[in-house]
């Protein structure tokens, strides 16, 4: 059974740094993009960063170049997303999400339940 859990979400100030991490079962992350999304309210669900791990290839939002790194440790079957210099604009669900596929969207099979992060002073 595929299963994703996100966590390490959390209140913060502007211009603080969080770590999120998606712990991954049910398969391995062998030649899979993990993606990670987000919503804030009364928004669409978009992409942040997504990771393909055949090649290790990268992708970021605009918003979150320079800012966001996504990284995987396959032992730990885990995807994380260092998140540096937050902005309130960063408020919101995130989520990390696969198809177990080489691709990664909004139309991933499966998801998390998410992690909230709160960027406010």
């Known amino acids: 059974q595929v299963q994703l859990v996100e966590s390490g979400g959390g209140l913060v100030q502007p211009g603080e740094s969080l770590r999120l991490s998606c712990a991954a079962s049910?398969?391995?992350?062998?030649?899979?993009?993990i993606g990670w999304f987000r919503q804030a309210p009364g928004k669409e669900r978009e992409g942040v960063s997504y990771?393909?791990?055949?090649?290790?290839?990268?992708y970021y939002a605009d918003f979150a170049k320079g800012r966001f790194t996504i990284s995987m440790d396959n032992a730990k079957s885990t995807v994380y997303l260092q998140m540096n210099s937050l902005k309130p604009g960063d408020t919101a669900v995130y989520y990390c999400?696969?198809?177990?596929?080489?691709?990664?969207?909004?139309?991933?099979?499966?998801w998390g339940r998410g992690t909230q992060v709160t960027v406010s002073s």
């Open positions: 990771i393909n791990s055949n090649d290790g290839g990268t």
């Open positions: 049910g398969f391995t992350l062998d030649n899979y993009c």
């Open positions: 999400a696969t198809s177990l596929t080489l691709v990664c969207g909004l139309g991933s099979k499966y």
